[in-house]
């Protein structure tokens, strides 16, 4: 973000397609999302999955691995909304001031 | 190197249909608009080309003029050669697109007849338009004869297709008084022109196989860095249409400058007016002159960029600049004409008194004796010493 004006495309023309990846979206959240695995069913027993299924920003990652489960969030683009924590069955999200 | 005798036609044609016959000769790609007074025949004469197999351009007759440049905005995304055509209210409606054009910087030709705005609704010329759209970011120039309209069309796609300018051109003439007056024009052969004319050479265009995005959201973060390249722009304008105009010069013997200027280097008191009125301005000056007064004039025809240095100069020597502009500014220190000159002027150590008389709005009548007026004022402001920041002339008060 620190180019001159004639260091950048014309008009704000995007001349490299998909290039909205390098957007760290991340950047606006005021609030972050905090997870706490002892009551989470997902670490559980690999169930509920409300978090991934509303986060807007794809930005829940539940992965499995030889029988374990993994939660984790990808913060350079989850924007803070607060959606996982609001749909947590378990309380087991919480918000937290960045 | 002047093109010969045999490969010029003359016609009498309005300055529409000259308009018209310079758009079926650059060549177009795409031509999309909605018709409205006075600008009509220029479409209505493209549309019969059209029709009569004689130009192989997409002509789209869009629902608004906010959809006209909107079309011409996307065709011209893709890397076609693109021109359309309003005046006053359907100019107004594209308001929102103007600043996308120019801002995309779409080499885009848009011919106006100049028109009053509502209200009371008005068909006739003034400059209201034209200036409401100054800052929008198109190169705005203003023709005082049919002849020119034709010359200005062609070498505005040079101009606007240029790779240091690639931005709108607005050629303006005046509602009626140059639309529909029938006057001679020179048009050049057909392929004359195309060799003149060329074929646009997009820098960056809309293309399948090389994907890229126009248009996108910039905010506080880039923005201000695109405004920046969009200035820098315009402001190269005169360069570039000074090395058009030569070449063009070469083809035809014709030139007419930023600005034309007639006998002012010895002028006391200069007009400074734009389109039209110029002729009216110069038989003005001649009738002065045979009794003794020392006054010239200056037809203004590139708005935007306002060539605000060379300009200064060319009045700078003058004890009074007399400005007759066909606009207001409602509430503005002057008015859009004036502001430039005295803005132009203001570092200049020796200036000359600016008058601003507006005048002929709605298409009221500039004849001779209102210029007249206005320079019998200007000397006695001279010799008072001071003058009103601006007054109208020509309505009854």
Redesign the interface.
Same mark, same amino acid.
């Given at each position: 973000?620190s180019?001159?004006? *004639?260091e /950048?495309?014309?008009?704000? *023309?995007? /001349?490299?397609?998909g290039n909205s990846e390098k957007y760290k979206t991340g950047g606006w959240r005021a609030e972050k999302p905090i997870h706490n695995p002892e009551a989470c069913l997902w670490v559980k027993n690999g169930t509920c999955g409300r978090c991934w299924i509303f986060c807007p920003d794809m930005s829940v990652i539940l992965t499995e691995k030889d029988g374990k489960h993994a939660y984790a969030f990808n913060y350079d683009y989850c924007k803070g909304c607060g959606i996982c924590a609001n749909e947590c069955p378990t309380d087991s999200i919480h918000m937290e001031k960045e | 190197m002047t093109v010969s005798k045999d490969k010029i036609t003359v016609e009498g044609l309005t300055g529409d249909a000259a308009i018209a016959h310079a758009l079926k000769q650059a060549n177009l790609d795409v031509l999309a608009a909605y018709p409205i007074t006075p600008q009509t025949i220029i479409v209505e004469d493209y549309q019969r080309f059209a029709a009569d197999g004689e130009v192989n351009a997409a002509v789209i007759p869009v629902e608004s003029e906010h959809s006209a440049m909107s079309a011409c905005v996307g065709a011209s995304a893709v890397g076609a050669r693109v021109a359309t055509a309003s005046a006053s209210a359907g100019l107004a409606l594209m308001w929102e697109i103007l600043y996308v054009a120019a801002s995309m910087r779409m080499p885009i030709v848009f011919t106006v007849a100049n028109r009053a705005l509502s209200g009371p609704i008005n068909i006739h010329n003034d400059h209201s338009d034209g200036m409401g759209m100054r800052d929008s970011g198109f190169i705005q120039l203003y023709c005082q004869s049919s002849q020119e309209a034709y010359d200005t069309t062609l070498m505005a796609f040079l101009l606007a297709e240029h790779h240091d300018v690639l931005l709108p051109v607005m050629v303006g003439i005046d509602g009626f008084i140059v639309s529909h007056n029938v006057e001679r024009v020179e048009m050049l052969a057909d392929d004359v022109v195309e060799k003149f004319v060329g074929v646009r050479d997009p820098v960056q265009n809309l293309n399948p196989n090389k994907p890229l995005t126009m248009g996108p959201l910039a905010l506080t973060d880039y923005y201000f860095e695109f405004k920046e390249q969009q200035s820098r722009a315009i402001m190269g304008v005169p360069k570039v249409y000074k090395e058009i105009e030569a070449e063009f010069e070469k083809l035809t013997g014709r030139k007419y400058g930023m600005f034309e200027t007639y006998k002012t280097e010895d002028a006391e008191i200069i007009i400074l007016a734009m389109s039209s009125m110029g002729g009216t301005a110069k038989v003005v000056v001649d009738a002065l002159r045979e009794k003794g007064e020392k006054v010239g004039s200056i037809r203004l025809k590139m708005f935007r960029p306002f060539p605000a240095e060379d300009l200064a100069k060319a009045v700078g020597n003058a004890k009074a600049v007399m400005i007759f502009e066909k606009a207001m500014s409602f509430g503005g220190a002057t008015h859009p004409l004036a502001l430039e000159v005295r803005t132009a002027l203001y570092e200049a150590k020796e200036r000359p008194m600016v008058l601003d008389f507006v005048v002929g709005l709605g298409g009221r009548d500039v004849p001779p004796t209102t210029f007249v007026e206005g320079y019998e004022k200007t000397k006695e402001y001279l010799k008072a010493g001071k003058a009103p920041k601006y007054e109208t002339l020509g309505v009854r008060k």
């Amino acid at each position: 973000m620190s180019e001159k004006f *004639n260091e /950048i495309p014309m008009a704000g *023309n995007i /001349i490299e397609p998909g290039n909205s990846e390098k957007y760290k979206t991340g950047g606006w959240r005021a609030e972050k999302p905090i997870h706490n695995p002892e009551a989470c069913l997902w670490v559980k027993n690999g169930t509920c999955g409300r978090c991934w299924i509303f986060c807007p920003d794809m930005s829940v990652i539940l992965t499995e691995k030889d029988g374990k489960h993994a939660y984790a969030f990808n913060y350079d683009y989850c924007k803070g909304c607060g959606i996982c924590a609001n749909e947590c069955p378990t309380d087991s999200i919480h918000m937290e001031k960045e | 190197m002047t093109v010969s005798k045999d490969k010029i036609t003359v016609e009498g044609l309005t300055g529409d249909a000259a308009i018209a016959h310079a758009l079926k000769q650059a060549n177009l790609d795409v031509l999309a608009a909605y018709p409205i007074t006075p600008q009509t025949i220029i479409v209505e004469d493209y549309q019969r080309f059209a029709a009569d197999g004689e130009v192989n351009a997409a002509v789209i007759p869009v629902e608004s003029e906010h959809s006209a440049m909107s079309a011409c905005v996307g065709a011209s995304a893709v890397g076609a050669r693109v021109a359309t055509a309003s005046a006053s209210a359907g100019l107004a409606l594209m308001w929102e697109i103007l600043y996308v054009a120019a801002s995309m910087r779409m080499p885009i030709v848009f011919t106006v007849a100049n028109r009053a705005l509502s209200g009371p609704i008005n068909i006739h010329n003034d400059h209201s338009d034209g200036m409401g759209m100054r800052d929008s970011g198109f190169i705005q120039l203003y023709c005082q004869s049919s002849q020119e309209a034709y010359d200005t069309t062609l070498m505005a796609f040079l101009l606007a297709e240029h790779h240091d300018v690639l931005l709108p051109v607005m050629v303006g003439i005046d509602g009626f008084i140059v639309s529909h007056n029938v006057e001679r024009v020179e048009m050049l052969a057909d392929d004359v022109v195309e060799k003149f004319v060329g074929v646009r050479d997009p820098v960056q265009n809309l293309n399948p196989n090389k994907p890229l995005t126009m248009g996108p959201l910039a905010l506080t973060d880039y923005y201000f860095e695109f405004k920046e390249q969009q200035s820098r722009a315009i402001m190269g304008v005169p360069k570039v249409y000074k090395e058009i105009e030569a070449e063009f010069e070469k083809l035809t013997g014709r030139k007419y400058g930023m600005f034309e200027t007639y006998k002012t280097e010895d002028a006391e008191i200069i007009i400074l007016a734009m389109s039209s009125m110029g002729g009216t301005a110069k038989v003005v000056v001649d009738a002065l002159r045979e009794k003794g007064e020392k006054v010239g004039s200056i037809r203004l025809k590139m708005f935007r960029p306002f060539p605000a240095e060379d300009l200064a100069k060319a009045v700078g020597n003058a004890k009074a600049v007399m400005i007759f502009e066909k606009a207001m500014s409602f509430g503005g220190a002057t008015h859009p004409l004036a502001l430039e000159v005295r803005t132009a002027l203001y570092e200049a150590k020796e200036r000359p008194m600016v008058l601003d008389f507006v005048v002929g709005l709605g298409g009221r009548d500039v004849p001779p004796t209102t210029f007249v007026e206005g320079y019998e004022k200007t000397k006695e402001y001279l010799k008072a010493g001071k003058a009103p920041k601006y007054e109208t002339l020509g309505v009854r008060k």
